[in-house]
């Protein structure tokens, strides 16, 4: 029986972050390009995230490769968010990794945050 592995991927302005649970929602991994030794500037380079996506791949890759992965993308520019689903995705299935569901978060707001206006 496969087990459901799920993967959150967070790009911030400053950093990325790749965040590893299993079945039960407990975090299995946890790195970020601030742990692995990149600092200020350097830590939003593309050199940063390629270390940190082989290093999350590689991690799954001793788990299991029967495993259901649920995948989440969260970033903050839909251009970066199209560029790295069609990147992650790619290397994911070039490993054989079963891809169950992918959900893409678009964190720009659409001015439903903006508090209303009242004259006095």
């Known amino acids: 029986m496969s087990k459901v592995i799920f993967i959150h991927v967070k790009v911030l302005r400053g950093n990325f972050f790749v965040l590893i649970s299993n079945q039960t929602k407990k975090l299995i991994f946890n790195k970020s390009c601030g742990n692995l030794g990149f600092k200020n500037v350097k830590k939003r380079t ?60 678009d964190k720009t707001s659409h001015n439903g945050c903006r508090k209303s206006y009242f004259r006095k």
Do not use: P, R, W
């Open 46 to 105: 593309k050199d940063a995230f390629q270390n940190l996506l082989s290093l999350s791949i590689q991690y799954l890759l001793n788990l299991n490769t029967k495993n259901k992965l649920l995948i989440k993308i969260e970033t903050a520019k839909k251009e970066i968010l199209n560029q790295m689903h069609n990147q992650f995705l790619s290397v994911l299935k070039y490993y054989g990794f079963h891809i169950f569901a992918i959900t893409l978060i």
